[in-house]
């Protein structure tokens, strides 16, 4: 998935260092956005690039910090500095750093420390791909308004419900006078199975651990439970 979107550095058509936008991450957590953490980060150095600070003027953090808010960072956005002759300045705001609750408003512009702008990256440059995960990371995380905590507690509270109530109702359907964990009878008539299964093949691909734990309970069943007779009088 990842190698598919992301970001093309070749688009700001300056030269490349050999790190990635991941080195940008501080500490455990992942604060540059997922489109963009296997891209190079730009090389200062050249004569590519556009208009940025006037002519004349130093590259210096006072600079740079008011030519971000002259560019449109007039909210909380992260700055960090060039780490060597060859790197870079970047400024950016994005809902990984939970500097906008909006995924939208991604953009990341790394400026040449001799220079001018080398690249100006935005949500709108982002694959398919790209986009989606931007916000679903954000979604995931509850970060665009009450509302998306409110429909996120409702998932979670859902899931706890069917945990219950996948309990209940094989407490409900269990062989009568039993003190075994024994399935319940199959039933006599399933019209939606192909539906289920459509689903569980769908949940398997979009979260693969589900798909390894389908895959382990029915290999632990017929490996198992299905050649040790007393596991099979347990559980049948």
Not at 44 to 64: E, I, N, R, W
Not at 214 to 221: E, G, K, N, Q, S
Request: charged share 15%; glycine share 8%.
């Amino acid at each position: 998935m990842q190698a598919w979107n992301t970001f093309p550095a070749e688009k700001w058509g300056a030269p490349l260092s050999d790190v990635t936008h991941a080195s940008l991450n501080t500490g455990a957590t992942k604060d540059v956005p997922w489109v963009l953490e296997q891209t190079p980060l730009p090389a200062s150095g050249s004569d590519s690039g556009a208009t940025g600070l006037p002519a004349g003027l130093p590259v210096t953090l006072d600079t740079v910090t008011a030519f971000a808010t002259q560019i449109g960072f007039d909210a909380r956005y992260q700055l960090n500095l060039p780490q060597d002759e060859t790197g870079v300045w970047t400024i950016s705001r994005d809902s990984m750093s939970n500097d906008s609750a909006d995924p939208t408003s991604d953009r990341t512009v790394h400026i040449d420390r001799y220079t001018g702008i080398l690249a100006d990256v935005r949500f709108a440059d982002y694959s398919a791909g790209g986009k989606a995960m931007a916000v679903g990371i954000a979604l995931h995380e509850g970060d665009m308004g009450w509302w998306n905590v409110a429909l996120n507690t409702l998932f979670c509270l859902s899931v706890i419900f069917v945990s219950m109530s996948g309990a209940v109702m094989w407490w409900l359907r269990r062989p009568t006078a039993t003190r075994r964990l024994a399935a319940p009878p199959m039933p006599r008539d399933m019209p939606l199975w192909q539906g289920a299964v459509v689903v569980g093949l769908f949940i398997s691909l979009a979260f693969p651990l589900a798909g390894v734990t389908l895959l382990a309970v029915l290999a632990v069943d017929v490996l198992i439970v299905q050649r040790v007779p007393a596991l099979r009088r347990l559980l049948s």
